[in-house]
């Protein structure tokens, strides 16, 4: 089992919709979670952090964190032709060290 | 906040050859992160610092590999007898203490051919 696992893509969903992507984690001592945004050929940039369980919202973006089942996912809502790029999800183990799983690539189509 | 810098940006060498990256992190960070990406994959673990103390390394890196943080600041990664599997995006990041989120370099792109 990888220690972070995410939807396998792409995800397509039209301009304006709500793109749901999910993410699962091994470790139950993690503490932090984070989503990063990467276009094609461009380095990580953070998008959500999350650490306690519940929602997040932040303008469209809302993390949501359930730690009893191991979870962790990303809303998007009013998907923009911008928001298309790939979506890591990314948890920190003991110690701090920075997990991320493959990514999850998001096409958001006009 | 000039934020996390990566020389060189592109890097191409041939099969056998050393090479040797540089990331100079966010100021204030006291820890500085290297992974490595290869396409339609997320960030692989190499090794991270704090200051200048290593703290941990990939155990699936070989030997090949190496990095240093002298006096916590800048750090390089050293490949020795470069491999074609090594051709990936090198990536810097660095943070303040946990639960702090990364924040990363432009990457060095590495050919070996």
């Known amino acids: 089992q990888k220690e972070v696992e995410q939807n396998s893509g792409p995800l397509s969903v039209p301009e304006g919709a709500i793109a749901s992507l999910n993410c699962t984690y091994s470790?139950?001592?993690?503490?932090?979670f984070f989503w990063y945004r990467q276009y094609s050929g461009k380095s990580p940039e953070l998008i959500m952090s999350i650490y306690s369980n519940g929602d997040k919202e932040d303008g469209r973006f809302t993390a949501q964190l359930n730690k009893a089942s191991q979870y962790v996912s990303l809303l998007i809502r009013d998907s923009q032709p911008s928001d298309s790029a790939t979506y890591l999800c990314a948890v920190t183990r003991q110690g701090g060290k920075l997990i991320f799983g493959q990514g999850t690539e998001l096409s958001v189509k006009p | 906040d000039t934020g996390v810098s990566q020389d060189p940006r592109h890097k191409i060498t041939k099969r056998g050859q050393n090479v040797t990256f540089r990331c100079d992190p966010i100021s204030e960070h006291n820890r500085l992160y290297w992974y490595r990406q290869t396409l339609g994959q997320g960030p692989e673990f190499l090794t991270y610092?704090?200051?200048?103390?290593?703290?941990?390394k990939s155990r699936l890196l070989s030997d090949r590999f190496s990095a240093e943080r002298p006096k916590g600041s800048f750090s390089t990664l050293e490949i020795q007898r470069t491999e074609q599997g090594d051709s990936a995006m090198y990536l810097c990041a660095s943070s303040l203490i946990d639960p702090s989120p990364l924040h990363f370099g432009n990457g060095t792109r590495l050919t070996v051919t």
């Open positions: 610092f704090q200051n200048e103390a290593q703290l941990e």
């Open positions: 470790d139950r001592v993690s503490q932090s």
